[in-house]
């Protein structure tokens, strides 16, 4: 079946009630059982959802996975990941991620005695120096957030499954339509659904999918036993927003490479960070590992100070300033005081993430009225 097709029927039956085409939502928090322990597979809601069903469903057919789990967030699907370690294991990851995890990893979970390692992981060779019978887990996010960074997936599992440890994959930024981590050996893959899955800019929501089914009951006990589930109106929600992921990423990837075209070639812009330049560095993996380039680019100013950028954040019209990504409009974000903010200045700027970095989400806008206000903005710098 076909990624599109997918989309709209994966996981979705019609409801064998009333035959309705999209699923119900279930709005209830417990189920009348037949008698004590027998039930149909739902007894109470956080456990288990016939809505959150259909999505999980949904989900992990879009990945090629077996199990999908849903989540409150995606801080609450990271979390679920974390909370499979014990006190004394070691985490690889890279020194280039979303600030949230940066900050649950460091600030949360550090103190349980779990050990994070922050590298470049640009080059799998330097796993090495890191790997030692305590290493547990590698976590990577490729492109990163927010320097588009590309990570070799195959070439860090193989690694990994030398010595036995489990590669879990962010794979927010690139969406199931881009990339598919476990067809390139990843155990889990983690979704911020409030992204591209979504779409909408109208759901909070996180998602794990894996093959491994002891794996998946693992995650399935942390859940349940945490809580940390969503409720069937943004499952719901999100099912619907699924129907038109593919659609939403074509354009979300043709608007991105206009725009990367657009910025690069720009007087008054300095970098621009985009994996479909073929100057971009790991561009040829970029190209093996995902099947488009998508729609996040992040750039400097040549006047590159953060008076400037604020300027031509505060200038722009269609491109909303605000943090989030993935959703059908355009958004303009500012790193350093927003989605990273958690990170000390000075590994921000020591892994390459400057004060004055701006980061888009080009949405599905016309893309000759995105172009004319990024223009119209730089006029004004």
């Not at 693992?218 to 499952?235: E, M």
């Not at 005081?337 to 080009?362: F, Y």
Request: hydrophobic fraction near 40%; glycine fraction near 8%.
């Amino acid at each position: 079946m076909k990624f599109g097709t997918k989309a709209i029927h994966a996981g979705v039956e019609p409801d064998p009630t009333t035959g309705a085409i999209m699923t119900p939502i279930y709005q209830t928090s417990t189920y009348v059982q037949e008698s004590p322990g027998k039930h149909k597979g739902y007894a109470y809601a956080r456990g288990a959802n016939p809505t959150r069903n259909a999505l999980q469903k949904s989900i992990a057919a879009l990945e090629d996975g077996k199990f999908g789990l849903c989540f409150s967030s995606g801080m609450g699907a990271t979390d679920a990941v974390i909370k499979l370690l014990s006190p004394g294991d070691e985490v690889i990851t890279s020194n280039d991620l979303y600030g949230g995890s940066y900050r649950m990893f460091k600030r949360v979970f550090e103190k349980f005695g779990i050990k994070f390692h922050f590298i470049d992981l640009t080059d799998s060779k330097n796993i090495h120096q890191y790997l030692n019978a305590n290493t547990k887990l590698m976590w990577l996010e490729t492109p990163s957030n927010p320097l588009m960074r590309i990570i070799d997936i195959a070439a860090c599992c193989e690694v990994a499954k030398k010595h036995n440890i489990m590669v879990a994959v962010d794979n927010t930024f690139a969406s199931p339509y881009l990339q598919n981590p476990l067809a390139l050996g990843a155990d889990i893959v983690m979704h911020s659904v409030t992204k591209y899955l979504g779409g909408h800019s109208d759901v909070i929501m996180g998602a794990l999918i894996v093959n491994d089914e002891k794996l998946y009951s693992d995650l399935a006990f942390i859940a349940n036993s945490c809580g940390a589930v969503p409720g069937p109106q943004d499952s719901f929600l999100v099912l619907r927003g699924i129907k038109t992921l593919h659609l939403r990423m074509e354009r979300h990837c043709f608007n991105g490479t206009k725009v990367a075209e657009f910025l690069k070639n720009h007087a008054k812009v300095g970098k621009v960070y985009w994996p479909g330049f073929s100057d971009h560095p790991n561009h040829d993996i970029a190209k093996r590992q995902m099947r488009d380039f998508g729609g996040m680019i992040s750039f400097t100013l040549k006047n590159d100070t953060v008076e400037n950028a604020i300027k031509l954040m505060e200038s722009v019209e269609l491109f909303s300033l605000a943090e989030s990504l993935g959703g059908v409009e355009s958004l303009i974000n500012h790193p350093a005081s927003m989605t990273h903010a958690s990170i000390p200045k000075e590994e921000r700027i020591k892994n390459g993430l400057s004060d004055s970095l701006i980061r888009l989400s080009v949405g599905v806008e016309d893309i000759e009225d995105l172009l004319a206000d990024l223009d119209n903005a730089l006029a004004k710098v």
